[in-house]
C-alpha cells in the first residue's frame, strides 16, 4: 500500500479482472464499398453476407434489389421485360448502391460487372473482388436451384463453360481475386476476401482490438 509520501508503485495498479468487464474488440471498419463479382454459383450472395459480418457493414444483393424494386424475381423479369431491361434496372441498381453514405458489401448478379459502365463505375467507387471458381464446382452448386434464367432450359455446363471463356478476362480486371475451391467453408472464403482488402490498403480500417489476417507466414 503507498502513503502520501511514497510514490505509487507499480504494484498498486488495480489487479487486471481476467474475468471482468471489458471492451468489446472492435471490428475492422469498411471505408469503401466492396463489390463482390463472379459467375453464378461462385458465392457472391452467401459468402458476401458472412464477409458484411465480419465487418459489421450492410450487406445488399443487386439481384434481391432489383427483384425489390420490381415486385418481380429475376426470371420473371427475364421473361415478361427481357435481358435489356433487367441489365439497365441492374445499373441503376448498383449505382445507388456505391454511392451509398454507409459503405456496403455489395453482391452483384453475375453479368453486371460485364456492362462498361457499371464496370467503370464500380473500379472507380468500390473495392471490387472476384470471387472465382472452377466449372465443377459451379455446376454443382447451381444445381442445387433453378432459378437462374440463363441456365433454364439448357445444359448448364455448357453455359457456364461459354460464359467463363467470355467473363473470366473480365471479371480479371477486379482488385482482389479470391479462389473459391470445393470443400471450403463460405467463412474460409471470406476471410481470405477481408485479407485481400487488407492488402489493398484503403479499404478496411483497424479497430484498436482487430483480429489480425489470418494468413502464416510461408
Ligand atoms: N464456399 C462455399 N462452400 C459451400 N457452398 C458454397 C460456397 N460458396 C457458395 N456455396 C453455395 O453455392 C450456391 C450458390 O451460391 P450463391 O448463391 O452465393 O452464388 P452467387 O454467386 O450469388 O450466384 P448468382 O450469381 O446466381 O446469384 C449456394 O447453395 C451456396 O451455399
Ligand atoms: O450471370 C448472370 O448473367 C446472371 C446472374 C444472376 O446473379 C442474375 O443477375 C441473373 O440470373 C443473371
Ligand atoms: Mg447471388
Keep these: 500500500m503507498s502513503t502520501p ?3 505509487p508503485s507499480p504494484d498498486d495498479a488495480p489487479a ?3 474475468d471482468g468487464p471489458r471492451a468489446p474488440a472492435a ?7 466492396v463489390a463482390l463479382v463472379g459467375l453464378m454459383g461462385a458465392g457472391k450472395t452467401t459468402v458476401g453476407r458472412r464477409l458484411a459480418a465480419m465487418l459489421d457493414a450492410p450487406f445488399v444483393d443487386s439481384d434481391e434489389e432489383i427483384e ?8 420473371e423479369i427475364f421473361a415478361s421485360m427481357g435481358e435489356d431491361a433487367f441489365r439497365q434496372g441492374e445499373r441503376r441498381v448498383i449505382a445507388r448502391l ?21 464496370r467503370a463505375l464500380l473500379l472507380s467507387r468500390a473495392a471490387t473482388v472476384w470471387i472465382r471458381a ?9 444445381g442445387r436451384k433453378n432459378t437462374r434464367p440463363l441456365l433454364a432450359g439448357g445444359d448448364p455446363r455448357r ?4 460464359l467463363m471463356a467470355r467473363r473470366h478476362p473480365v471479371y480479371a480486371e477486379a482488385a482482389v481475386v479470391v479462389d473459391s475451391r470445393r470443400g471450403e467453408k463460405h467463412e474460409a472464403v471470406a476471410a481470405r476476401i477481408l485479407d485481400g482488402l487488407r492488402a489493398l490498403g484503403d479499404v478496411i480500417e483497424e479497430g484498436p482490438d482487430a483480429p489480425q489476417s489470418q494468413e502464416t507466414p510461408a
Excluded: C, W, Y
Design 5 to 7: 509520501d511514497t510514490p
Design 16 to 18: 487486471a479482472l481476467p
Design 27 to 33: 471490428r475492422p471498419r469498411l471505408l469503401r464499398p
Design 68 to 75: 425489390a424494386a420490381a415486385r418481380m424475381s429475376v426470371a
Design 98 to 118: 456505391v454511392r451509398q453514405s454507409r459503405p456496403a458489401v455489395i453482391a452483384t448478379g453475375g453479368g453486371a460487372f460485364m456492362n462498361d459502365d457499371t
Design 134 to 142: 472452377e466449372l465443377d464446382t459451379l455446376v454443382e452448386r447451381v
Design 159 to 162: 453455359v457456364l463453360a461459354e
